[in-house]
């Protein structure tokens, strides 16, 4: 009997071989222990057997006698959840209406700017690389915050950088990847260092 814990499942989950909402396949002889239950739940994991699905499947993990794992990808051309990327995205775009920051806080042409960035992000969240979107940066002023809206302004930019990094780790296809940090490190430096007003 094979016994698969959560420690392994773990592993797997760090080394992106399984993700958010993937089905699990399993030999019916082996063993899940409770706590890698627990775990795949929390992470909307479906447990299958295998002996009931066939080939066509996402996912599929295998332990062999030594109780190491690896996962077999067939018909699943990128290996993370496309929905949770969407996601991701889309909480980015929100993060750019600064909830915190007072309207006033920004000129015209600075809401323009975040208003461009939501665009942009609205389009790559296609996930399409026939169709990219292209990097409109330009920006006419420097960036100036109040000081009553200083600190918010430094959380909201750490929010969105943040944000960032959660979906540069979930993006799996390569082109996109590169074409993403590429905006993301262009919008870095022209948001960053604002100055006190």
Not at 80 to 96: A, D, G, H, P, T
Request: aromatic share 12%; net charge negative.
């Amino acid at each position: 009997m094979k016994v698969i814990t959560e420690d392994i499942i773990r592993r797997q989950f760090r080394k992106k071989q399984l993700w958010e909402g993937a089905e699990l396949l399993v030999d019916s002889a082996s063993l899940i222990t409770p706590s890698a239950h627990s775990y795949l739940r929390e992470h909307h994991i479906r447990v299958v057997d295998s002996s009931k699905e066939n080939a066509s499947t996402s996912a599929q993990l295998i332990t062999d006698d030594n109780g190491s794992i690896q996962q077999l990808l067939s018909n699943y051309e990128e290996p993370q959840n496309k929905k949770q990327v969407e996601l991701e995205i889309k909480r980015l775009i929100n993060l750019f209406y600064f909830p915190l920051i007072q309207e006033r806080c920004f000129s015209n042409n600075w809401w323009l700017f975040f208003e461009k960035q939501q665009e942009w992000l609205e389009t790559f969240n296609q996930l399409d690389k026939e169709n990219l979107p292209a990097l409109d940066m330009k920006i006419e002023s420097k960036l100036h915050i109040d000081i009553e809206n200083y600190r918010a302004w430094l959380f909201s930019f750490n929010e969105i950088t943040i944000q960032i990094e959660k979906i540069q780790c979930l993006l799996s296809d390569q082109w996109l990847s590169q074409y993403f940090n590429v905006w993301s490190n262009n919008l870095k430096k022209v948001i960053q260092s604002p100055k006190k007003k």
